[in-house]
Structure formats: structure tokens, C-alpha cells
């Protein structure tokens, strides 16, 4: 009894020992962070540390003193979220907590400009995380400001992100205008647009429709429907003014000319000695009377 007791005891030593060491230094014991994800295009992190995009933001487009927010990212902490915004790239939210299953995701990537009479109102970033059944998506609403930095965010609904962006960028009142940033090709369709609208070839949806197909064929919006295609200029048989056109009127003019001088004839009725207020008023008399559907003949009687 005595041998396993002396036995014993050693290990009993070293497990109340290895309690006290746990027990001592608990308090100190170091919290492992999930990996920041902050800055989902900075190059300096690992791929394996960056969020995983469905797919790749579209071109730098719209007005060119933008795209210079090209690779720079701007952040707002509201309440326990980070959102980060990447212009021309991506926006990104992450839970500020240290929750086993705290949210880091997309908010959605760089997709398309919102226009509104042909002016730039917002970024949209779509493609963002799931969301149920759908992906979830941000628009960008750019507005004044004294400085570049995000200034509100709020989710008008599910899944569905507004955030509001202010920068010394949009201040002047033309920084915004689509035509300045279209090239001269894009810049004549959009006046040939306007002219067949003037001209009522179109209607105003149609107007729209040719506007649309210029933006989307300028990159600044995403192509989802059949494009539009101008009215076609009349071809020569059908303009008015055309000399085939003048030929046949002229034609058919000769032919009613012959048949009321026959008629005139007909009733020796001369023509050509009388002044010419009475021929002209004999002449519409005989073809008026015609065009109603009499006969023709006069009672000279």
C-alpha cells in the first residue's frame, strides 16, 4: 500500500500542477481574429485572405476625372458593420464583432451606372454575396461634399443596399452629363437620336430606347435587351420631292389638262381668246362640277 501510494503520488503532483499553470494563466490567453478581409482588392493581402467575387468588376467608365477613385477604398463604421467601398471595384461589409459566424461578405461588385435624364446619379454594384434567392447588390448615390468618404448607408430593402458617397468631384453642375463623356461616333448618334424625335419619327420611348442603346454601347450600362435601331431615311421613290415623283405629277397634270380643253372644245367653248380670270374660273367650274360626279356637260342655255 505504501509502494503504490509513492507510486501514485508523483503523477498526481504533476496533474495538480498542469492545473495550477491552466488555471494561473487563463486570463492571458490569446483570442485568435478571423483574418482581416478588409480592402478586398488591396494587393498586399494573400488571395487566400481576400473575399472570392463571383465575378470580375466591368471597366472604368463614365466621366473621366472618376476614374482616378480607381484602386483607392473608402470605409464608414455604423454601429457593429464596417462597409468599405472600392469605387469601380467592389463594396464590402464586415461584422465588427467576434462572433464564431460573424458576417464578412460582398456587397456587390462594380456592374453599371445609374443615369437619370442623362445624367450620372449612381454606381451600382451588383453580383454581391447570396441572399436568399437572390445576390445581393448596392447602389452608390453620389452627392457634394467637402471631402471623399462615405457619409450614410441604409438597406431600403432586403438585400438591397443604399449608400451615400460624397466627393468634391460631382460639385460643378456638368461633372455629371453623359454626352461630354461619349466619344464623337456615340456623340452623333445621340444628335441624330434627337433630331428623329424632333422631326416625330420616333416616339419619346423610342427616343429613350436609342439613348439606352448609346449607353450601353459606351460601356456605362449593361446590355439586357434587343437594341433599337434608328427610322430609315425615305428612299428616293418615296420622297416627295424625288424626279420620279415629279415626273408622274406632271403626267398626270398633262392628262386633266387635254381632257378639259377637249371638254371646253367639245362645247365650243374657247379657251385661249378669253382673258384668263374667266378661263381659270371656266376651268375649276367644269373640273369641280367633274369631281362631284356630273356628267360634264354645261347648259349654255
Known sequence: ??????????????????????????????????????????????????????????????PAHLHHLSGKCFSLTESTYKYELCPFHNITQHEQSFRWNA??????????????????????????????????????????????????????????????????????????????TLNEKLQKKWDEAEQVLYEGLVTEQGYK?????????????????????????????ESPNSLQKCKEDYQKQSEELERLRALLTQHNIPFDSQPEEEKDTATVTVGSEHLRGDTGLIDLH
Open 1 to 62: 500500500m505504501f509502494s503504490l501510494y509513492h507510486e501514485v503520488n508523483p503523477l498526481l503532483k504533476v496533474i495538480f500542477l498542469c492545473l495550477y499553470i491552466s488555471h494561473g494563466n487563463a486570463g492571458k490567453m490569446k483570442i485568435v481574429e478571423e483574418p482581416n478581409t478588409f480592402g478586398l482588392n488591396n494587393p498586399f493581402f494573400a488571395q487566400g485572405s481576400r473575399l472570392q467575387p463571383k465575378v470580375d468588376p466591368s471597366p472604368v467608365s463614365g
Open 103 to 180: 458576417y464578412s461578405g460582398i456587397l456587390g461588385i462594380w456592374h453599371e451606372w445609374e443615369i437619370v435624364n442623362n445624367t450620372f446619379t449612381g454606381m451600382w454594384m451588383r453580383d454581391g454575396d447570396t441572399c436568399g434567392t437572390r445576390n445581393r447588390e448596392t447602389k452608390v448615390i453620389l452627392v457634394c461634399g467637402s471631402s471623399s468618404k462615405l457619409s450614410q448607408v441604409s438597406e431600403p430593402s432586403t438585400c438591397v443596399y443604399s449608400i451615400t458617397f460624397e466627393t468634391p468631384l460631382v460639385c460643378h453642375p456638368h461633372s455629371l452629363l453623359v454626352y461630354p
Open 209 to 237: 430606347g436609342l439613348l439606352k442603346d448609346i449607353f450601353e454601347e459606351a460601356g456605362l450600362l449593361k446590355s439586357h435587351e434587343l437594341k433599337a435601331s434608328l427610322p430609315k431615311a425615305k428612299t428616293d421613290s
